[in-house]
C-alpha cells in the first residue's frame, strides 16, 4: 500500500463544514490552493504536478457539489489518479444542527435549494455519501471553532508543530503615550512611587532600592498575586487560540520605576520553557 502524499490534498465535504477555512490555513502554510476546480480538470493538474511541470511543491484543492456533475465526475476521476499517486483524499463533515447554524448566522442560502436550509443539507449528505466512503480521513467539525479546526487539521495531517508564543513584555510612561500594538495594558500607576523620595527619584525600576521599595509594598504583593493569576489563566487561552504573539505593556506615569519593576517581575514569573519571551523598557532613560 502506498504511503498517502500530504503534499497534494484533495478537500471535499458538505458545504459549511469548513472547506475554506481549511483552503485559507493551508495556503498560509504554502500550499498552492484551488477552489472548486472542475473534476475533470484534476488529472491534467495531478499529471502536470508529478512531472514537475508546474514549480509548485504543495497542492490543495477544493471541490464539491458547486460543480455541476461533481457527483458523477468525480469518484470516475478519483479512482483514475489513485492508480497513478497517493494523493489523500479529506472529506470535512458536520451535524445537521451545526450546518443548518452556520448557514443561519451567515445569512447564505443552501446552494441545493432556497426553500429549508435543513432541507439543502439533508438532501447534500445523501448525494455526497459515496464521496464521503472514498475519502481517506473524514473529520468532524460540529465541535469545533476556527482556531480549533486549523490545530486539528495541521496535528492529524502536517504533522506541525505548536509554535510557542512570543510573548513581548513592555513598560512605558502614560506621560509618553501607549503602546500602540498592546494586546493587555496594566496600570501601575495607584503603586507607591519612589519619585516623590529624594534619595530614589534619580534612580530607575532596575535599581534594588527602588525594586525593594516597589515589592515591598502591601499593595504590590496584592497587585501580583492578582496580575499572575490573571496571567495564567489567559495565556492557555491564547495559545489555545492560535495566537503566535502577544504584547503586554505596564505603564506608570514616566515609565522609569514602577511599570519597570513589575515588567521584570512578570517576566521572572512566566516560564520560559513554554513562551519566547522579550522585555522592553522604552522609556526608562526619559
Known amino acids: 500500500m502506498m504511503l498517502k502524499d500530504d503534499r497534494f490534498l484533495i478537500i471535499t465535504g458538505l458545504s459549511g463544514s469548513g472547506k475554506t477555512v481549511v483552503s485559507h490555513f493551508l495556503e498560509d502554510l504554502g500550499y498552492y490552493c484551488v ?83 435543513l432541507q439543502g443539507v439533508r438532501l447534500e449528505r445523501k448525494r455526497l455519501a459515496p464521496v464521503k466512503k472514498m475519502a481517506d480521513e473524514v473529520i468532524d467539525t460540529s465541535a469545533t471553532n476556527i482556531s480549533e479546526l486549523k490545530e486539528m487539521f495541521g496535528r492529524r495531517f502536517l504533522k506541525r508543530p505548536r509554535p510557542r508564543l512570543q510573548v513581548a513584555i513592555i513598560s512605558f510612561g502614560y506621560k509618553y503615550g501607549i503602546p500602540l500594538d498592546s494586546d493587555l495594558i496594566f496600570d501601575t500607576r495607584f503603586l507607591p512611587n519612589p519619585f516623590y523620595l529624594e534619595n530614589m ?45 502577544l504584547v503586554i505593556a505596564i505603564g506608570c506615569t514616566g515609565g522609569r520605576h514602577r511599570s519597570v519593576v513589575i515588567a521584570d517581575k512578570l517576566r521572572d514569573y512566566l516560564p520560559k520553557q513554554k513562551y519566547d519571551i522579550k522585555i522592553f523598557h522604552r522609556d526608562l532613560f526619559k
Request: glycine fraction near 4%.
Open 35 to 117: 477552489d472548486n476546480l472542475p473534476a475533470k480538470l484534476i488529472p491534467t493538474f495531478v499529471d502536470l504536478w508529478m512531472r514537475k511541470e508546474v514549480e509548485i511543491d504543495k497542492v490543495a484543492l477544493v471541490v464539491d457539489i458547486r460543480e455541476h456533475g461533481f457527483l458523477t465526475t468525480f469518484p470516475k476521476v478519483w479512482e483514475d489518479i489513485r492508480k497513478k499517486t497517493s494523493l489523500r483524499l479529506i472529506f470535512l463533515d458536520a451535524s445537521d444542527e451545526t450546518l443548518v447554524k452556520r448557514f443561519s448566522e451567515t445569512r447564505r442560502p443552501h446552494p441545493l435549494t432556497s426553500k429549508s436550509i
Open 201 to 245: 527619584r534619580e534612580k530607575n525600576g532596575q535599581h534594588p532600592d527602588v525594586r525593594n521599595f516597589i515589592l515591598g509594598a502591601n499593595e504590590t504583593k496584592a497587585f501580583l498575586a492578582e496580575l499572575c493569576r490573571f496571567i495564567h489563566f489567559l495565556m492557555p487561552q491564547f495559545v489555545a487560540e492560535g495566537k503566535t504573539h
